[in-house]
């Protein structure tokens, strides 16, 4: 069975600072990651994904992922926060691409 | 590019009552999906299609009926509706990774049970 973990449901960053958000995962196999984004009252757009291949990816908007198998995790990172950064986000993992299956999200907040 | 809308956006009903939301994608995307997002829950998988007349069980279906007889129509039935299926209702297609392996969503439905 596949689970997502986020850490911190709801982080607060000042403008201009380093954003973390944490992902951990579990899967029996090795696993398709992706980082999805939430404005309010709208559905999830795809910030970046890992597939195959290099395990730092980078994604719209200045946000990029590494994929550590070793720590199974897949944070996501963004060297300087804009305003219009602040939303939810969701990591979610998929083995097949036939079930993607959702982190609990982290609201992200960034202040002036 | 009308890609995947979903109807009604907003739906408040009774309990006991019966509910179809409704979904529709124009890509001709084999797989859709259909997730409930709550409060501290995250997206949780209710039921999802690989094809036309194929269906499956996710996290969480009890209450929630799906059929699919043609591929571009994805509709989710609460056949008697109860105050705990109150939630905002998200309809997704893959195309399984053919092209782009990543889910589109629609805009959401929000359904409040009285």
């Known amino acids: 069975a596949q689970s997502v973990t986020q850490l911190g449901s709801h982080v607060s960053v000042s403008e201009g600072a380093l954003v973390l958000l944490r992902c951990n995962y579990s899967s029996s196999v090795p696993p398709y990651l992706f980082w999805y984004v939430q404005y309010p009252n709208q559905g999830l757009q795809l910030l970046l994904k890992?597939?195959?291949?290099?395990?730092l990816v980078k994604g719209i908007n200045g946000f990029e992922a590494e994929f550590k198998k070793s720590e199974t995790s897949f944070h996501l990172t963004k060297p300087s926060a804009h305003m219009s950064d602040a939303a939810e986000y969701f990591c979610?993992?998929?083995?097949?691409?036939?079930?993607?299956?959702f982190g609990s999200g982290t609201k992200l907040n960034v202040k002036p | 590019d009308a890609g995947i809308t979903q109807s009604p956006r907003y739906k408040i009903t009774e309990t006991g009552r019966q509910v179809t939301l409704m979904c529709h994608q124009t890509?001709?995307?084999?797989?859709m999906f259909w997730y409930r997002q709550d409060l501290g829950h995250g997206l949780r998988l209710i039921y999802y299609?690989?094809?036309?007349?194929?269906?499956d069980k996710g996290e969480v279906p009890d209450g929630y009926v799906v059929s699919r007889s043609k591929t571009e129509n994805f509709p989710l039935t609460l056949e008697s509706a109860t105050r705990s299926q109150t939630s905002v209702y998200f309809c997704a297609s893959s195309d399984r990774g053919r092209i782009t392996g990543e889910l589109f969503f629609g805009e959401g439905s929000r359904l409040t049970v009285l």
């Open positions: 299609s690989a094809a036309a007349d194929i269906t």
């Open positions: 890992y597939t195959t291949g290099a395990t």
């Open positions: 979610a993992v998929s083995e097949n691409f036939n079930k993607f299956y």
């Open positions: 890509w001709s995307h084999s797989y």
